[in-house]
Structures are given as C-alpha cells and as structure tokens.
C-alpha cells in the first residue's frame, strides 16, 4: 500500500506563496497521475491541478497562472506552487497518487491533507 503525505501547509497572507510537497512511500513500481485536489469548509472537493507521467498538466481556471504543478520520479515526489493567493484558496489541499504496482496493478491512494489558510 502506498501512503502519499503531504507538507508545506500553513497560513499565509493574501498575496503570498507556499510549495506544498506529497511524497510517496511504499512500493511503487511507476508512478502515473498525480493530482492535488482542495475542499473548503461545506463545499466538494475539487481538482486544482494534474500532472501526468508524460509531463502533461492540467489546471483549474480558478488557479491557472497562479498555481503551478511538478513532479521528480525519482523521489516520488510532487510539488504545487502556490503564487499570488487569494482567500478563496483556503482549503484542505489533497494529494492523489495514481500508480502501478510491480504486478502490474492499477493503483491509487490519497493523502491525509495539509491545510492552506490565506488571511491577513
């Protein structure tokens, strides 16, 4: 079972950046889709940003140009950029890691979350 954890989390004022971190441990024989998703106090969890094992990203328009996803393979590791943030991204950021198992298994698992607040 792989158990990606996240960090980086914290407050921040309006305007400010984080990096948030999730690495992946367990056994991993290739990583695939990796994506952090955010759910805000009464409201769904959402995708923020995805990046695949090709390096193909995909954002929300709500962050596109602020927010900015990357991956090291070689750490099993993935990284959001948080720029220019605003309140509304207060959220419990998640990470989902997508991922084959040695027997060729198709696998996934989330995070526990690391929570961003954005306040002055």
């Known amino acids: 079972q792989v158990q990606p954890v996240e960090s980086g989390g914290g407050l921040v004022q309006p305007g400010g950046s984080l990096r948030l971190s999730c690495v992946a441990s367990?056994?991993?024989?290739?990583?695939?889709?990796i994506a952090w998703y955010r759910q805000a106090p009464g409201k769904e969890r959402e995708l923020v940003a995805a990046?695949?094992?090709?390096?193909?990203?995909n954002y929300a328009d709500s962050v596109k140009g602020r927010f900015t996803i990357s991956r090291d393979n070689t750490k099993n590791t993935v990284y959001l950029q948080l720029n220019s943030l605003k309140p509304e991204d207060t959220a419990v950021y998640y990470c989902?890691?997508?991922?084959?198992?040695?027997?060729?298994?198709?696998?996934?698992?989330w995070g526990q979350g690391t929570q961003v607040t954005v306040s002055s």
């Open positions: 989902y890691v997508g991922y084959y198992s040695s027997s060729g298994s198709r696998l996934s698992n």
């Open positions: 367990g056994s991993i024989f290739r990583l695939n889709v």
């Open positions: 990046i695949s094992n090709s390096d193909s990203t």
